[in-house]
């Protein structure tokens, strides 16, 4: 599902990634782990399309898609990956349902499927009675699982997660984790996980660690 070789980046003079060589197969749950500055978040947003390296070579659902212009990057992306945040940056100013109808509008879709898809998705996620609820009135829990909802809307192969679950409680913290394998056990989606939970980390399929911009 990705491959990605000899993967340097840098910023001025400061070299964050040092030569990654990474493959994650097809409904991998994958965890990224190491102190702080070990190169986590530059490698996600590499794996997200985000962020260009400046050398190596990257490939995802068999495309190299770093051959893609920038119109047909952004389309790649919105098809194919999702994304979800630590803060879960849902805009304030809208619902929980029109928040996960957001990607799919982006991506052209229409806003009758994409109403029907996003309700859908906030039932399964146990929020059907949140939808018409903006941000400021949901828990930290619920916001989080209404990100994971707007992350899937587009049905996407990979699901890039920052530190999902770093501003959670307890108990939201453990249903979160738990969300991610019955995603990747019924909807079949590869999740990539940066995360400092060594509980999270300890439960995924594989657990990569970085330190100095390297893998060890």
């Known amino acids: ?50 962020l260009k390296p400046d050398a190596g070579s990257v490939s995802i659902a068999d495309t190299d898609v770093l051959t893609l212009g920038r119109s047909k990057l952004a389309r790649f992306r919105g098809k194919h990956i999702g994304f979800v945040f630590q803060f879960h940056q849902l805009l304030p100013e809208f619902t929980a349902l029109e928040n996960v109808m957001l990607p799919g509008l982006i991506a052209g879709r229409s806003k009758r499927e994409l109403r029907a898809e996003a309700a859908s998705l906030l039932e399964y996620m146990g929020l059907a009675d949140r939808a018409t ?50 995603l990747r056990d019924e909807r079949g989606q590869t999740f990539v996980i940066v995360t400092h939970d060594e509980s999270l980390a300890a439960t995924t399929d594989r657990t990569i660690h970085m330190q100095d911009g390297l893998i060890v």
Not at 146 to 173: C, M, Y
Request: charged share 20%; glycine share 8%; hydrophobic share 40%.
């Open 133 to 182: 609820h903006k941000p400021n009135e949901l828990s930290g829990g619920e916001a989080q699982r209404v990100a994971v909802a707007r992350a899937l809307i587009n049905n996407p192969d990979v699901v890039l997660a920052d530190e999902p679950s770093g501003s959670l409680d307890t108990a939201n913290k453990q249903e979160l984790h738990n969300l991610f394998f019955r």
């Open 1 to 50: 599902m990705i491959s990605l070789r000899n993967i340097h980046k840098s910023f001025g003079t400061l070299e964050v990634l040092r030569g990654i060589d990474l493959d994650i197969a097809a409904h991998e749950v994958v965890s990224i782990v190491g102190p702080s500055g070990a190169g986590k978040t530059t490698l996600l947003q590499v794996l997200g399309t985000l």
